[in-house]
C-alpha cells in the first residue's frame, strides 16, 4: 500500500513538472519562409511532374478482315489473324496477291474484327469439305473460286447473306464444332500478338446486320483477355440463335458482361450504305418513333462511330450541307452495300453523322436522352488482311483490288442500278486515341470516354478543349494538354450550365504528320437546336496557314493553293502550315440552346492512291477519277447543355 502512495506521489510531481514548463520534447518550428517551401502554393517547376492526363495518341485500326471472314476470303485473302497482327507490328508480309507489303511506320494497336456470321467457313469452303461440296449453293462457290471467279463469289456470298438465303446445310453457327473452333483462333491470335506499353491486339469481332442489303453493321470490341471473351461466342444475325436488330446485340452485351464482369463496346460505320437506317428517328424494325429505351441503350453501347473508312467517307453530304465547300469528299451514295435499292435523297439525313448529331439534340429535348452522343473514329474495313491506307501503300478493299494496273478501272460490284468502281475505294481511314497507355484497359477506357478522333489515314497531331476561361494566351503554349485539362474539357466531354454572360471558348491545335503534308486550315463545325426545335449547323474557319483572308462579303477563306505533280505523284509542303494553334469563342452563343462543336483539321491538297498507281503502273486513268484530294481528321465533339 505504501509502495502505491509513493509511486502516485512522484507520478504527481511529474505531471506538475510536465504542465508547468515548456515543451522541448520536440525540434521548434522551422522558419515560416522554409515551410512554404515545404508547401509550395505554386505548381512544380517541371511541368511534366505528377501529370496522369492521357499524353500521347495512339494510332490504330478497329476494324479489319482476314481469310476467316467468308467474304475476304472468297474475294483472295489467304492472310489470317496472325498475319494481320504482324503486319500491322511493322513486320513484312506477303500479300495475298504475291506482293511484300510493309507500313511506313507500326500501328500501335488492332482489332481484327472477322464476321462472326459463318465464322469458320471459308477453309472449309476453300478445303472442298465434304459437307459443302454435298450442297449445290457450296459447290457452286467452290467452283468459282478454283476457277478464279473469286470476286464474283464474295459478292454472291454478301448479296445471298443479305437476302437470308444462305443454305443452313453447312453454314456454321453458335454452339458447333466448327464456330468454337474459329472463336478460339482469333481469341489465342489476339493473346499472342498483345504486348502491353508496345503493342495492343484486342479481341473482338464483326456482327453484321444486312437485312436487304442495309447495312447495319457494328464491330465489337473487348476490354478483356481470353479468360472472359471464352466465356461467350460472337453474336450472329441469323435466327433463332441471332438477330439482325440491333436492339438484341445490345442485350448480347449487357449478357456478356453481366456474365464476366468485362466489358464490351460497338461501333457502327457505313451509314451511307443502310439507306436510311442507320441513325433512325423511326425505327425500320418498328415502324414507330424510337423510344428513351432505344435512345439509353444506344448512347451507353455505341459510344464511338467509324466516320470514315475504304466505302467512302460519312461526315456529311452535299445534300445535308449545302454551304459546306468540303462536304464533297470520297463519296458512296449510290445505293445500299450490295446495291440492290437505289439510294433516294430523303434517306441521307439518317445516314451521316453531322446529320445524326443534329437529330441527337432533337431527340435528347424530346426523350431526355441523345442517342446520337458519339465520338468519332476512322478505320479501314480491308478485308485483305492490311491494314494499309497510306494513298501511295493503299492495298484495298478487297485482296482482288490489291495493286495492279487494272484495279481503278475495274467494278467492285455492279447491279442493274449502279456500278462501284474500283477508283471509288477511298485510302482510309486510322483512329487516334488520346490514352494514358498503350493497353487494353487504357485505350478501352478512351474509347469509352469518347477522347478519339478519325483521320482519312494520316496522322496529324489534334488537340480540342473546351471551356469557358481559356484566354488568348493560352495558344502560346506549347504544350496545349496542360492547360486545356486544368481549364475545360477534351474532346468527347461536356459543357452546360453556362456562366452567367460567358460563352464557351475552344482551344485547338493541330500539328502535321512529320511525314505528311502541311495543314490547310482547321475548322469547328457547330450544330445547334433553336426555340423552335429546328436545327442548325454553321462552319467556322478557326485559323489557318499563309496569308490569306476571308472575303468581306462571303466570308469564305480563299483556298490554300495546289502544289501536286499528279503525273509525278508528288506535291511540295511550300504552301500551308506545320502547325495551328488558336483560342476560339463562339460568337453566336445562346445559353438556352443545346448545342455540339467538332474539329476538322484539313492538310494542304496531296496525291490520292490513283496518281501513285498511275504513275507506277504507267497507265493513263480515265478522266472521271480524282487524281488529288484533301486529307483530314474529325475530332469526336464537345456538347453542351443548358440548364435545367
Known amino acids: 500500500m505504501g509502495s502505491f502512495k509513493l509511486m502516485s506521489s512522484i507520478l504527481a510531481v511529474c505531471f506538475l513538472i510536465l504542465v508547468t514548463m515548456p515543451l522541448v520534447a520536440q525540434e521548434p518550428p522551422p522558419p515560416a519562409q522554409d515551410l512554404e517551401k515545404a508547401f509550395p502554393k505554386k505548381p512544380p517547376y517541371s511541368p511534366y511532374a505528377g501529370r496522369h492526363f492521357p499524353e500521347r495518341v495512339y494510332w490504330g485500326d478497329t476494324h479489319l478482315h482476314t481469310s476467316f471472314s467468308l467474304d475476304a476470303g472468297a474475294a483472295g485473302c489467304r492472310l489470317g489473324p496472325r498475319d494481320a497482327y504482324r503486319f500491322a507490328k511493322g513486320q513484312e508480309v506477303i500479300a495475298s496477291s504475291g506482293q511484300p507489303a510493309r507500313l511506313a511506320r507500326p500501328l500501335d494497336f488492332l482489332v481484327v474484327a472477322d464476321h462472326s456470321d459463318g465464322f469458320g467457313l471459308f477453309p472449309l469452303l476453300l478445303n472442298g469439305d465434304p459437307k459443302v461440296m454435298a450442297d449445290p449453293q457450296g459447290r457452286r462457290w467452290y467452283d468459282m473460286i478454283q476457277n478464279g471467279q473469286g470476286g464474283a463469289a464474295a459478292v454472291d456470298i454478301a448479296t445471298s447473306f443479305g437476302k437470308g438465303a444462305i443454305s443452313k446445310g453447312f453454314f456454321p453457327v453458335p454452339g458447333t464444332t466448327t464456330f468454337q473452333g474459329a472463336w478460339e483462333e482469333v481469341i489465342k491470335a489476339a493473346e499472342e500478338a498483345n504486348d502491353p506499353g508496345r503493342f495492343t491486339a484486342f479481341i473482338g469481332y464483326e456482327w453484321t446486320s444486312l437485312t436487304g442489303g442495309n447495312n447495319l453493321h457494328r464491330n465489337i470490341v473487348f476490354r478483356d483477355d481470353g479468360s472472359k471473351a471464352r466465356l461467350t461466342e460472337p453474336y450472329t444475325t441469323q435466327k433463332p440463335l441471332g438477330s439482325d436488330n440491333p436492339r438484341d446485340l445490345w442485350k448480347w452485351m449487357s449478357g456478356y458482361e453481366e456474365k464476366t464482369g468485362g466489358h464490351v463496346l460497338a461501333i457502327a460505320h457505313n451509314g451511307n450504305l443502310s439507306n436510311g437506317r442507320m441513325f433512325p428517328i423511326i425505327e425500320s424494325f418498328t415502324g414507330k418513333p424510337i423510344d428513351r429505351e432505344y435512345a439509353e441503350t444506344r448512347a451507353l453501347r455505341e459510344r464511338l462511330y467509324e466516320v470514315t473508312q475504304i466505302k467512302g467517307d460519312g461526315e456529311t453530304h452535299p445534300f445535308l450541307s449545302p454551304n459546306d465547300e468540303f462536304a464533297n469528299y470520297e463519296r458512296w451514295d449510290k445505293g445500299n452495300l450490295n446495291l440492290t435499292e437505289k439510294k433516294k435523297p430523303e434517306m441521307l439525313e439518317f445516314e451521316y453523322a453531322r446529320a445524326a448529331l443534329r437529330n441527337g439534340l432533337k431527340l435528347e429535348q424530346e426523350l431526355g436522352v441523345n442517342p446520337y452522343k458519339f465520338g468519332m473514329i476512322g478505320s479501314t474495313d480491308s478485308h485483305t488482311g492490311l491494314a494499309a491506307v497510306d494513298e501511295d501503300n493503299f492495298f484495298g478493299k478487297l485482296s482482288a483490288y490489291e495493286p495492279s494496273a487494272e484495279r481503278a478501272t475495274h467494278p467492285m460490284i455492279k447491279t442493274e442500278i449502279a456500278a462501284i468502281m474500283g477508283w471509288e475505294q477511298t485510302a482510309s481511314g486510322y483512329a487516334g486515341v488520346w490514352a494514358t497507355d498503350n493497353t487494353r484497359e487504357a485505350l478501352f477506357d478512351a474509347m469509352q470516354r469518347k477522347e478519339v478522333y478519325a483521320t482519312t489515314g494520316p496522322r496529324m497531331i489534334v488537340r480540342f478543349f473546351g471551356g ?150 504507267g497507265i493513263t486513268m480515265p478522266p472521271e477519277v480524282p487524281m488529288k484530294g484533301q486529307e483530314r481528321a474529325y475530332t469526336s465533339p464537345i456538347w453542351y447543355t443548358p440548364a435545367k
Request: avoid cysteine; charge should be neutral; glycine fraction near 10%.
Open 468 to 617: 469557358w476561361d481559356f484566354q488568348a494566351g493560352d495558344a502560346n503554349m506549347r504544350n496545349p494538354a496542360i492547360i486545356g485539362y486544368s481549364k475545360g474539357v477534351p474532346m468527347g466531354g461536356d459543357l452546360s450550365n453556362a456562366p452567367a454572360g460567358k460563352s464557351p471558348i475552344f482551344l485547338v491545335a493541330a500539328l502535321r504528320d512529320p511525314i505528311g503534308a502541311n495543314l490547310d486550315r482547321i475548322q469547328i463545325i457547330k450544330g445547334w437546336l433553336d426555340a423552335k426545335g429546328e436545327t442548325h449547323e454553321k462552319i467556322y474557319d478557326v485559323v489557318w496557314g499563309g496569308d490569306r483572308k476571308p472575303d468581306p462579303k462571303t466570308g469564305k477563306l480563299p483556298p490554300v493553293g495546289d502544289t501536286v505533280d499528279v503525273p509525278n505523284a508528288t506535291y511540295t509542303n511550300t504552301i500551308g502550315a506545320s502547325e495551328l494553334i488558336k483560342v476560339w469563342k463562339d460568337p453566336q452563343f445562346d445559353a438556352s440552346q443545346r448545342a455540339f462543336y467538332y474539329v476538322r483539321v484539313l492538310e494542304i491538297p496531296t496525291p490520292r492512291w490513283t496518281a501513285y498507281d498511275a504513275k507506277y503502273f
